[in-house]
């Protein structure tokens, strides 16, 4: 299901010293949604797309919802005008494969997101997880260090970071 024009999600509470730290169950749909998980272009920067195979499938039975019994339409009315199996169905996705939205023959790089006003390095920490670089900008030194603690912190020996 598709996301809604209202989000909930809880706070996460953040022992340093800022007033102002995002959960990171915010900024990971963000990050999903605006960056390829496959990578980017690395001298034009255009993301890869997802290649997918679409299915339309029974719905599956839940408890207190149990799926229609769609059986004695099966074959009618298939063929006619404003037949949509997505009102009948369930659409399954399924990924088979990645290509290229730009003309450049380069292997893919990790997608970059760039936070102008990083804070505690929030961005940066679920950009890490997810395999993306982040750029991380603050004018206070203090935050710019304490964001670069965290997401080494966090990563381990496996994140790299310049101040």
């Known amino acids: 299901r598709n996301r809604r024009s209202v989000w909930e999600i809880a706070t996460q509470p953040y022992a340093k010293a800022h007033f102002a730290t995002f959960p990171e169950k915010l900024v990971e749909p963000c990050i999903l949604a605006g960056t390829s998980e496959w990578g980017c272009c690395p ?3 255009a993301p890869w797309e ?3 195979d ?3 499938v029974q719905p599956h039975t ?3 919802n149990p799926a229609i019994d769609r059986s ?7 063929e006619g005008v404003g037949y949509r199996p997505e009102h009948v169905l369930s659409r399954q996705n399924r990924t088979t494969g990645w290509r290229p939205t730009c003309a450049h023959d380069g292997e893919p790089v990790p997608c970059t997101i760039l936070d102008p006003f990083s804070g505690a390095g929030t961005v940066g ?3 890490d997880r997810l395999g993306r670089n982040a750029i991380l900008i603050d004018q206070s030194q203090e935050y710019c260090e304490m964001a670069q603690k965290r997401v080494q912190a ?3 020996m496996f994140a790299e970071t310049f101040p």
């Open 125 to 127: 920490l679920v950009a």
């Open 43 to 45: 001298e034009c920067g």
């Open 62 to 64: 839940r408890p207190g």
């Open 72 to 78: 004695r339409y099966e074959g009618r009315h298939e």
């Open 54 to 56: 679409v299915d339309y």
């Open 154 to 156: 966090d990563g381990g």
């Open 50 to 52: 997802r290649v997918v």
